[in-house]
């Protein structure tokens, strides 16, 4: 419903509704959204999405074969080569991908070898091919991903013990620390930067730390493709780019309308909920009695 329609929500009476359709669509925009039922009738979904007796289409003909890390797969043709690792159980690190939102191939981390191909390509944003031949791990691939890895970690000082998603949350772990964790890093070789950055804690319900920031765009993405809104973008260039709300405002200023879309696609505690911060303040035991 969201991915395909539009941007969802959910009513105590009425289940599912569609608030903000796609405009592809051509529906219009109310107060009271759109229930499952009306979506159907209006778009003409009941003959094929609502009829359970519908054989299922022979796809045997959508099947391709490739060879990743010198074993051979069946998979479907017209998606990308993370697409075929993951459903086949291989794991290639990223952090800039995320399923549900197009792929951008800037964090570099999912780069990996294509037989005849002078360049690395980034699995993200390639699509296999039959017969295309994949090597998603070795030793030069390694080095290249620590490198990165150090690169991030030099970026900006990524205090673990001051961060939100430094333990696992219901918004999910920090996946540059997991990361850094798997490829065993325990330090960067290169000269960190001490620069620090305002954190933008205007809105009443996310805090953004660019100093935890990595710049994968995910957060940009998720504002554009699943909010609809196109509140976030990049500032800058080069070392000083940021991500920014609005004409660079500050977030309760700008068109947010705080659905969260960024604070899930984030990877790293750059956007967090404020309500899953903790703020200490004095207290005192009290004994309470319960029957």
């Known amino acids: 419903m969201v991915k395909t329609l539009g941007v969802g929500n959910f009513s105590m009476d009425r289940g599912p509704i569609l608030t903000a359709p796609f405009e592809w669509t051509e529906l219009e925009q109310n107060d009271q959204g759109y229930s499952f039922p ?15 007796n519908e054989a299922a289409p022979d796809s045997t003909d959508d099947l391709i074969h490739i060879t990743i890390n010198q074993k051979e797969y069946q998979v479907k043709k017209d998606i990308t080569i993370m697409q075929a690792c993951e459903q086949n159980g291989i794991k290639i690190p990223h952090l800039c991908h995320e399923s549900d939102l197009t792929p951008d191939a800037n964090c570099r981390l999912c780069l990996v070898k294509v037989k005849g ?3 690395l390509a980034p699995a993200c944003g390639t699509t296999v091919k039959d ?10 691939l390694n080095h290249n991903r620590k490198i990165l890895l150090e ?51 205007t809105s009443p319900v996310l805090s953004y730390d660019p100093n935890k920031c990595i710049l994968c765009g995910r957060c940009v993405r998720a504002c554009r493709e699943i909010a609809c809104q ?25 068109a947010c309308v705080t659905c969260l879309a960024c604070i899930f696609a984030c990877p790293t505690g750059a956007m967090t909920e404020k309500i899953a911060h903790y703020e200490g303040e004095d207290w005192e035991e009290k004994l309470i009695f319960q029957s």
């Open 151 to 201: 690169l991030q970690m030099a970026s900006h000082e990524h205090n673990c013990l001051t961060c939100h998603k430094g333990n696992p949350c219901i918004a999910g772990s920090c996946e540059l620390q997991e990361l850094i964790r798997e490829f065993d890093i325990k330090e960067s070789r290169y000269e960190q930067n001490k620069e620090k950055h305002p954190i933008d804690n």
């Open 131 to 140: 017969g295309i031949e994949i090597t998603t791990e070795d030793d030069e």
């Open 38 to 52: 009306e979506v159907a009738e209006k778009l003409n979904l009941y003959p094929t999405f609502f009829d359970r």
């Open 117 to 119: 191909e002078q360049e």
């Open 230 to 254: 196109n509140n976030l973008g990049f500032i800058n260039r080069g070392a000083d780019t940021l991500v920014a709300a609005g004409a660079n405002k500050d977030f309760d200023q700008s």
